[in-house]
């Protein structure tokens, strides 16, 4: 853990676990873009906590990708700012037909950071939004169906196609598990 301007910057060994199996499984110009796209990602929410005027309390590395917490609650806009930059960067090189890669890797960022988990942008809008309703433990109960369901169809995959998408399958199942330590 290392401390910068009041930011608690922090490196979780699943994260190192991650960026391992990326560099043994993939190709290096694969992971170059993809580390692009992650950076767009996070441009995306950085950008969004200062329109908003917030500032950063944390960055944490883990293996479910970079977690920024700002110093107050953020809400949705900076929470989808993130995939949202990424549907952009696709849109705008799909339209232009460039970066095949690159336009890919963005889609599929932004609708990983969609799914459902707590610790992605879309768990957590979900997450903000049914907080306290009525409806909230019948939720929790189909959105934990469905995580489990998407682990399987990820094993299933794997076990199709090859070792290019165990990562995938191994990162829902770190998403699956760790979020049982989350409430």
Known sequence: MIKIKNIVFSVKFSFLLF???????RENSVIMNFYAVCIIHELGHLFAIAVTGG??????????????TP???????????????????????YIIGAGHTFCL?????????LLPYRQLDGGSALY????????ELIINIILNCIKVL???????????YGREF???????????ISERGLS
């Not at 960026?19 to 499984?25: D, E, M, Q």
């Not at 890797?105 to 950071?113: F, K, R, W």
């Not at 998407?150 to 199709?160: A, E, K, T, Y």
Request: glycine share 8%.
């Open 19 to 25: 960026n391992a199996l990326i560099f043994l499984l």
């Open 55 to 68: 500032k950063i309390k944390s960055v944490v590395f883990s293996g479910t990708g970079v977690i920024i």
């Open 71 to 93: 110093e107050k609650n953020s809400g949705l806009f900076v929470m989808l700012s993130g995939p949202f930059a990424n549907l952009a960067v696709f849109i705008i090189f």
């Open 105 to 113: 890797l963005n889609l599929g960022t932004a609708l990983y950071n």
């Open 128 to 135: 903000f939004l049914i907080e306290g309703s009525s409806c």
């Open 150 to 160: 998407f682990s399987v169809f990820l094993l299933g995959i794997s076990l199709l």
């Open 166 to 176: 165990v990562p995938l399958f191994l990162i829902s199942l770190i998403l699956l």
